[in-house]
């Protein structure tokens, strides 16, 4: 029997689901405003359609299976999203060269209350949070279209085979094949590790308080001490990174010297804490947006600066303000 009784009780329904289908699109796609188009896109075809939907499953079930086939076709065209560390080797910084990719390439930040429902549930709340971390949702683009949803809606929605078969007009042991072929391609996959930090614990507040203070500062002898030996930096829309105390420092003293004078907003995203980076403005008083700041964090170190400079989409997505005086 259907959940709703008229179908004007649909809209305040589907808003009850829109979470968690955020989340699943973003793990589908990597991209924060494609799963938000992927949403409406599911909602409209369940408008359209809901005179054929007779209740057979519940209207959650109705609109997964929609969501699934929205984000298969928008997956059919064989793009998927990267970080800069899927793409290219490592540069040193004294020859290092920005070279701009397109938007589509990269794989997109996303903030934690577009795509993780609230919920009482400890362990539920860290495995949304684990299952939307920058490295994670990476790895799951080296997985054909069907068997990442299938791993999604198995391994991190915990779904049963037969619900999933259901959803895919598939069988169970195809469900199962796809499961353990979509295992075996992410055993292969170098996901680094990073620890959960939302809440954070004692330690991990400690150490974000002394990178503010480091950044701020723009000390960067005491901010490397703050890094792991071979820590990571990125810089989406270039597929420029660099790896190691090194040239991460080096990089901050050349290259990166007008970061000198930054302020730091503190937020979160994919599960993780980030900073909103305002540089000193180029004419007149105050700071003007620079880039987001997602950290990794491991074993009391940080492993990954990931800095995303299109602070036009982000800072609005992320609440950001504008310009700090």
């Given at each position: 029997m259907s959940d709703l009784a008229t179908k004007p009780d649909l809209d305040s329904a589907m808003d009850r689901h829109r979470t968690e289908l955020t989340g699943y699109c973003y793990r589908m796609l990597g991209s924060a405003f494609d799963a938000e188009d992927a949403v409406q896109d599911t909602y409209i075809r369940a408008w359209r359609s809901y005179d054929r939907f007779e209740g057979r499953s519940s209207l959650r079930s109705w609109l997964y299976r929609i969501a699934t086939n929205v984000c298969l076709d928008l997956l059919a065209a064989g793009k998927k999203r990267a970080r800069p560390m899927d793409l290219t080797a490592p540069q040193h910084q004294a020859s290092a060269v920005l070279s701009e990719r397109p938007e589509v390439t990269w794989l997109e930040p996303v903030p934690d209350g577009r795509v993780i429902p609230q919920t009482a549930d400890p362990a539920e709340l860290a495995l949304a949070k684990e299952s939307v971390?920058?490295?994670?949702?990476?790895?799951?683009?080296?997985?054909?279209?069907?068997?990442?949803?299938?791993?999604i809606l198995r391994e991190v929605l915990a779904w049963k085979a037969?619900?999933?078969?259901?959803?895919?007009?598939?069988?169970?042991?195809?469900?199962?094949?796809?499961?353990?072929?979509?295992?075996?391609?992410l055993a292969g996959t170098r996901i680094r590790p990073s620890d959960p930090a939302d809440p954070l614990d004692a330690g991990q507040a400690e150490l974000l308080e002394r990178y503010l203070a480091a950044f701020e500062a723009y000390d960067i002898a005491r901010l490397t001490t703050l890094l792991h030996e071979d820590a990571v930096l990125s810089m989406p829309p270039f597929d420029l990174w660099l790896q190691g105390h090194e040239d991460i420092a080096a990089w901050h003293l050349n290259q990166g010297i007008g970061c000198r004078g930054s302020r730091l907003i503190p937020t979160t995203a994919n599960g993780m804490p980030a900073f909103g980076q305002y540089r000193p403005a180029e004419s007149g008083p105050g700071h003007t947006p620079w880039a987001l700041q997602v950290l990794e964090i491991s074993e009391g170190r940080i492993v990954g600066l990931n800095a995303f400079?299109?602070?036009e989409r982000w800072f609005p997505l992320f609440g950001l303000p504008e310009r700090l005086g």
């Open positions: 971390r920058l490295a994670f949702v990476a790895a799951l683009q080296h997985l054909p279209a069907k068997q990442r949803a299938v791993l037969d619900e999933v078969a259901t959803l895919l007009d598939t069988t169970v042991a195809s469900v199962n094949s796809a499961l353990q072929r979509a295992r075996a391609t400079l299109d602070t």
